[in-house]
């Protein structure tokens, strides 16, 4: 059926304020962590591929996608390392394609996108099928796609249609679906205790209601997009498992308002990109209440210390606060490895405000496709 705007002015906004509704659906239905959730789609003449048979096969992951499905996958490399302790690599598929690199049969591969259909992606899948490595799975929003008819397992985001170019909903529900396989693998491998399994889940049941509140924070997100509109440069910093969170921020910013935008893992300022710092660089700063949250606030008195100003979503507890030069957004409390499903909201806010206080044309930006399907 048509797909209604409602109250809402832009399709990106619609989707921005259907992420816990999202979320919520793609969780319908896990009542626990079981290999099941990522099992193949049966077909024409093969068993419906199990799932825990091929996580015993494999002792590696290496993730491919494009654009916000990439970032997706540098999110997931964190998890998977640290809860799964499975070695993780991700790669923009356009690159992996066409590089001759080592294959190993004992990795899964793990495709990653909205449509399904993305060439360069679908390319990939092929370019690593064709080195013989035949664990393949697509975690992907269209059950009906190229990548989900390619691989041998599939896990379907629960997003509904994404109609906005800059996706936000595939994003979020793609980083839920991640976690799970992150948390069936660490089960696979026995690092998944029955505690730890309850504990994870929990939080996740709880994602929808955190999403509301950080949807709640829009009205400080527009005022600081008022001051946005005038810039022609952002600089986005963040750290770990934010620092993806960082680069989607900046994405979503290029994408729809045309400012030209830059992620920096924190740690790297001193680098380089400090030298860019001015009175004109608003630096947007990713602060989760976490293990390198007072790292992050030297790198914070850096920026600050050239008269740069600091742009801060801040966890509750972290005792950052309004001041000269420092905007603060307080986030709810820290939510642990699923921070960064948090974290992206109000980015994908500030990019949507932004641009619509640019005048853009927010669901179709110029230049760019909802779906690339060649090359
Ligand atoms: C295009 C879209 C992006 C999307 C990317 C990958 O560039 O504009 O929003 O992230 O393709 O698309 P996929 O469907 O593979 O996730």
Not at 30 to 38: H, N, S
Not at 41 to 49: D, E, F, K, L, N
Not at 235 to 255: D, M, N, S, T, V
Not at 320 to 342: F, Q, T
Request: a negative charge; glycine letters at 8%; hydrophobic letters at 45%.
């Amino acid at each position: 059926g048509a797909v209604e705007l409602g109250p809402y002015r832009h399709y990106m906004q619609k989707e921005i304020f259907e992420q816990p509704r999202a979320i919520a659906d793609t969780l319908e239905g896990v009542t626990g962590i079981v290999p099941e959730l990522f099992d193949g789609i049966a077909q024409p003449g093969r068993p419906r591929p199990a799932a825990w048979r091929v996580f015993q096969e494999i002792d590696r992951v290496l993730i491919l996608g494009c654009g916000t499905s990439y970032y997706s996958g540098c999110v997931a490399r964190y998890w998977l390392e640290d809860i799964a302790a499975i070695p993780t690599q991700v790669e923009v598929a356009s690159e992996y394609r066409y590089r001759a690199s080592v294959p190993d049969a004992r990795t899964l591969v793990v495709v990653i996108s909205q449509s399904g259909e993305t060439a360069d992606t679908l390319a990939a899948l092929r370019h690593a099928q064709s080195l013989g490595m035949r664990h393949t799975l697509t975690i992907c929003n269209v059950a009906t796609s190229a990548m989900v008819r390619e691989c041998e397992l599939a896990y379907i985001t629960r997003a509904g249609v994404e109609i906005g170019v800059a996706s936000t909903k595939a994003f979020t529900t793609q980083l839920a679906g991640l976690f799970l396989l992150t948390l069936a693998l660490a089960q696979a491998r026995g690092r998944l205790s029955k505690a730890q399994e309850d504990a994870h889940l929990k939080a996740m049941r709880h994602l929808p209601a955190a999403l509301h509140a950080v949807l709640a924070l829009e009205p400080q997100i527009i005022s600081w997009a008022e001051a946005f509109a005038g810039k022609e440069n952002a600089l986005f910093l963040g750290r770990g498992i934010h620092y993806p969170i960082a680069q989607e921020g900046a994405l979503k910013l290029k994408e729809i308002s045309y400012i030209h935008a830059e992620a920096y893992p924190a740690g790297e300022l001193k680098h380089g990109p400090l030298a860019l710092v001015t009175s004109a660089m608003p630096v947007v700063t990713v602060a989760p209440n976490d293990a390198l949250l007072e790292k992050l606030k030297s790198n914070m008195q850096e920026v600050r210390a050239r008269g740069g100003e600091l742009y801060v979503l801040a966890d509750a507890g972290t005792q950052i606060d309004n001041g000269e030069g420092m905007h603060v957004i307080r986030m709810p409390e820290n939510y642990g490895p699923l921070s960064p499903l948090l974290h992206v909201v109000p980015l994908q806010l500030l990019a949507y405000h932004t641009a619509c206080a640019r005048g853009t044309d927010v669901d179709k930006p110029r230049n760019l496709a909802k779906s690339v399907t060649v090359e």
